[in-house]
């Protein structure tokens, strides 16, 4: 349950800032009322953390496999275009070598 005092430490946490806390925290500058709260302030913010860089990697896969996905069809025409390309030779020399 979250306290007007506890609300008064997050937003000090919050201004301070999640480094420096870290700091303070390992220093020390914590008593044993607050250090409890400290570190689960700090253990969210490293969730948060953890969800965005999640994300990140999520949407840059996604990125990923759509360019993949691109690539894919663009060799498939190249081989098309090929295919294409050797057929009208191969037409080209039967109907020169008939003449």
Known sequence: MSTTGDDELNAKLEQTGVQKVREK?????????????????LAEKDRAAER??????YNLKKDSNKIASRSNFIAWVAVFISL???IVSVIAMLVSTAE
């Open 25 to 41: 925290l390992e220093t020390g500058k914590y008593g044993a009322g607050k250090r409890q709260q400290v570190e689960h302030w």
């Open 52 to 57: 965005r860089d999640i994300d990140r990697m």
């Open 84 to 86: 294409s390309a050797l």
